[in-house]
């Protein structure tokens, strides 16, 4: 469900951005996504609503106005569905997880690695020894990318957390605006439309 949130705020950064062919991948992704909570998501008696039931029910419809908005390639309409599908999601996280959370917070039963990747509370699970190069690994990616988005991304996620949906959605705008008249944003958009790596420089 982590990387859901993740694609999640990028669609949001690539509809904002007017990037439709970016948008239109990343709900995509974000589609996908659903259907492997679907497939893969436990199910326990006490939740009062099952993921593989309440996502067909709450997050399709949603989804689906989304992408016909980004076909449209209309800003306004974006906004007003993405704020649909934010919505949605939201619903969804509390019909299905609140009683799940009681459980493990009330009850202090310890788990295991695996069902903690199962539910989402850890990214992966990994044998001892490839910890570090997959830790790595990733590191490198994450460095790899603007520095300025990536501070601005973390800062959007985090404080957002603490703000009411409103004020995060406002707070991921304010956070892009920031990039706006940065190299680094224009630097991006056209390694992007060359089809080739960025050159970042953090300015």
Same mark, same amino acid.
């Given at each position: 469900?982590?990387? &859901? &949130? ?17 948008? !239109? ?11 492997? +909570? ?55 996280? @509390?019909? /299905? *997880? +609140? $009683? ?19 539910? $989402? ?7 001892? !020894? ?9 590191? =490198?990616?994450?460095?790899? *990318? =603007? ?12 404080? $957002? ?6 004020? =995060?959605?406002?707070?991921?705008? #304010?956070?892009?605006?920031?990039? +706006?008249? /940065?190299?680094? @944003? ?7 439309? #060359? ?9």
């Amino acid at each position: 469900m982590l990387l &859901q &949130q993740a694609r999640h705020t990028k669609l949001w950064f690539a509809g904002e951005a007017g990037n439709w062919a970016l948008a !239109d991948y990343e709900a995509e992704e974000l589609g996908e996504g659903f259907d492997a +909570v679907i497939k893969y998501h436990p199910i326990r008696e006490e939740m009062p609503v099952a993921p593989k039931d309440a996502i067909p029910r709450m997050i399709t419809e949603p989804l689906a106005s989304l992408r016909d908005a980004i076909r449209q390639k209309d800003h306004a309409l974006f906004a007003e569905r993405f704020d649909a599908l934010t919505t949605a999601c939201n619903n969804c996280h @509390r019909a /299905t *997880n +609140v $009683g799940f959370a009681k459980e493990l917070i009330l009850s202090g039963l310890p788990f295991s690695a695996k069902e903690a990747e199962a539910w $989402g509370l850890v990214n992966r699970v990994l044998p001892p !020894d490839e910890l570090l190069p997959a830790t790595l690994a990733i590191a =490198g990616r994450i460095a790899a *990318n =603007g520095p300025l988005s990536v501070r601005q991304a973390k800062q959007a996620i985090h404080r $957002g957390l603490q703000m009411s949906l409103a004020d =995060g959605l406002a707070f991921e705008i #304010e956070a892009y605006h920031r990039l +706006v008249p /940065t190299e680094d @944003r224009r630097e991006g958009v056209r390694a992007f439309n #060359e089809r080739r790596k960025p050159d970042f420089k953090g300015k």
